[in-house]
């Protein structure tokens, strides 16, 4: 990695850290960490000189083209070869198949204190476990149990939030027992008959939108995708591949309001690259519906409009990803000022936020052939579980009567949201108590399958 690179990434974590931002959906404490622990620093990536790419029949010329992996990477890569049986079904059909899904949130994600990036070293944990990875934030070691209590709840699709960065060795090749581990986690949903959706999630400190940093970003993101398509390439169509998360730039002016127009020109780019990644893969990738957010998965209307729907080889595969917590200060703001436990379905200006932009992705996608999925959405505990509930029923069956599905974002955190110990404060959105597979907020569960009837 270039010296340069190190020096914008600690900028940005330094934001993270100390910026004082008017919205916030980070999802997860970021403790901060010793720095004498030893770090990982990739070597920097040369850019392949860009040509055209030939697929079957279609010919595109993509701003990047997908070169060859390093060949320690090509040599040590794994496929976790599940089924040859393959439906080539629509992401139309897809998302319709969906009632109501949810988010192993905080989990698989999870990164800093004992098991993520070192600002102050500027590189990754060596020695971290990959039972460290997966429970430092919620404490807690995901079981088959656990995803078969998903099942159980009526929920028939699962979003598997997975942070790669954390697990990067020698030229950026994945570490084989974390690829294991998720593997392990996609086939017990699998298993319990959920459709997955798997994706890459706090890697911002490697894929960076702006232009001085995209020759890097665009290497590393080839080099993360290519090893994890080629390792699920031969699932069968219910594992759905999602790009990125929220890519934005962290601690930015503009990361919660749909980023700048640098920013979004350089997402489409990484959105392109990511289909092509994937369908040059070959295997049941060359038809596997693929999902692409807008910048930070943003409503926001700059945000959406901006979203340039990727180039395919095949029709009708590719999905669009929202996230809307609204009304913000009912869903998700947090500290002492400014947050609501109402919520009112009569009041306009309480409902407008839900629907304005919902109307807003039927409009620009879905009438237009393109699916959405809003892959989070939720509301804090605040005590309040039944006008939690009467919201979870507006928004869900709202989003549902417009063809777009919803996630609901469980992060595995049960009580009331309030101030924590390290100085921030706890986003509650759990809603199934992992360690006993008990749902804690039924009536919130009810109203979610009420709504997708």
């Not at 990739?42 to 060859?68: K, L, S």
């Not at 590719?318 to 109402?342: C, K, M, N, Q």
């Not at 919520?343 to 407008?352: F, L, Q, R, S, Y």
Request: hydrophobic share 45%.
């Amino acid at each position: 990695m270039k010296k340069l690179g190190f020096a914008a990434i600690f900028i940005v974590l330094i934001f993270t850290l100390t910026a004082c931002v008017g919205r916030s959906e980070s999802h997860q404490p970021i403790p901060i960490v010793p720095p004498n622990a030893p770090v990982y620093m990739p070597a920097p990536t040369p850019r392949p000189t860009p040509r055209p790419v030939i697929t079957g029949d279609t010919e595109t010329a993509p701003e990047y083209d997908v070169p060859p992996l390093p060949p320690l990477i090509a040599a040590t890569m794994t496929q976790g070869v599940r089924t040859a049986d393959f439906n080539e079904i629509t992401a139309t059909r897809w998302v319709a198949n969906i009632g109501m899904g949810w988010n192993l949130g905080n989990t698989l994600d999870s990164h800093g204190g004992l098991n993520g990036f070192d600002w102050l070293g500027g590189g990754l944990y060596a020695n971290t476990t990959v039972a460290e990875m997966e429970y430092a934030w919620v404490n807690h070691i995901t079981t088959r149990e656990n995803i078969q209590a998903v099942a159980d709840a009526g929920f028939n699709t699962i979003r598997i939030p997975v942070t790669w960065f954390k697990a990067l060795q020698n030229e950026m090749h994945i570490r084989e027992d974390w690829m294991a581990r998720v593997q392990e986690i996609v086939d017990w949903s699998l298993d319990a008959g959920l459709k997955v959706i798997l994706n890459t999630h706090h890697d911002e400190y490697i894929f960076d939108l702006r232009d001085e940093f995209m020759h890097y970003s665009k290497a590393s993101f080839i080099m993360v995708w290519k090893q994890i398509a080629y390792h699920f390439r031969d699932y069968n169509e219910m594992l759905m591949f999602e790009g990125l998360n929220e890519p934005r730039t962290i601690g930015s002016p503009a990361e919660w309001t749909g980023g700048t127009a640098e920013e979004r020109a350089n997402l489409n780019i990484l959105n392109q690259l990511f289909v092509d990644i994937v369908r040059a893969n070959g295997g049941n990738n060359a038809y596997r519906v693929l999902m692409v957010p807008t910048y930070a998965a943003s409503s926001a209307a700059v945000a959406q409009r901006a979203l340039v729907i990727p180039t395919d080889t095949v029709d009708d595969r590719i999905v669009v990803s929202l996230h809307i917590y609204a009304p913000w200060e009912f869903a998700l703001r947090t500290g002492p000022v400014g947050t609501r436990d109402t919520w009112d379905a009569e009041n306009p200006a309480e409902v407008t936020p839900i629907t304005e932009p919902l109307q807003l992705a039927y409009e620009l996608f879905v009438s237009q052939g393109f699916p959405v999925i809003i892959g989070e959405m939720g509301a804090l505990n605040r005590d309040n579980e039944a006008i939690r509930a009467e919201w979870a029923y507006f928004f869900v069956s709202y989003a549902r009567s417009l063809g777009m599905p919803s996630v609901w974002w469980d992060n595995g955190m049960t009580g009331v949201t309030a101030a924590n110990p390290w100085g921030g404060w706890d986003e509650t959105f759990g809603l199934i108590h992992r360690p006993t597979n008990t749902i804690v907020h039924q009536q919130i569960v009810d109203a979610l399958m009420r709504a997708v009837r």
